[in-house]
């Protein structure tokens, strides 16, 4: 069975945890482990929500103005410091900027990870106007890139 870490981002303007935060994070624990950073001033009670997840690692909720990609940061860091990213077969860096799951993830997880790639995402557009790119809000790396020294100084 592959093993999956979730650095999940999460952000609300209004310091909640609503019940679509709750329902992704819940469908997550049932496919690996979390660690959750809302650039968001939480307070006990709300923060509880989340640590109530089976499978939530790690939970903090600190307003750093550093959007999606500063919780990135900092959850990273926090499993690189305790020393799980070498336990993973998949890192992923998730957020919150879509609602959902509409469907069980196994499938679509399945197929990222026998595609060959080291980095992968659920979502590569290919839009003639744009860039060829991989959407930000879910972005797999495969452990020797989430554990090597490249990711960690990007």
Not at 35 to 41: G, I, S
Not at 44 to 70: C, M, N, P
Not at 85 to 104: C, I, M, T
Request: charged share 25%; net charge negative.
């Amino acid at each position: 069975m592959t093993k999956r870490l979730f650095i999940f981002a999460g952000y609300d303007r209004d310091g909640m945890v609503d019940d679509t935060l709750l329902y992704y994070l819940n469908h997550l624990s049932g496919l690996g482990d979390i660690v959750f950073t809302m650039d968001t001033d939480l307070s006990d009670g709300e923060l509880a929500k989340i640590q109530g997840i089976s499978h939530v690692l790690h939970a903090t909720a600190k307003r750093h103005g550093e959007y999606d990609f500063g919780s990135y940061k900092r959850g990273y860091a926090w499993a690189r410091d305790n020393k799980l990213l070498n336990k993973y077969d998949w890192v992923y860096l998730v957020n919150d900027s879509v609602f959902g799951p509409l469907f069980d993830l196994t499938p679509a997880l399945n197929k990222l990870e026998t595609s060959g790639a080291d980095f992968t995402g659920a979502v590569r557009c290919t839009d003639i106007a744009l860039p060829n790119h991989i959407q930000s809000w879910f972005v797999g790396l495969k452990r020797k890139l989430a554990a090597s020294e490249l990711f960690n100084e990007f």
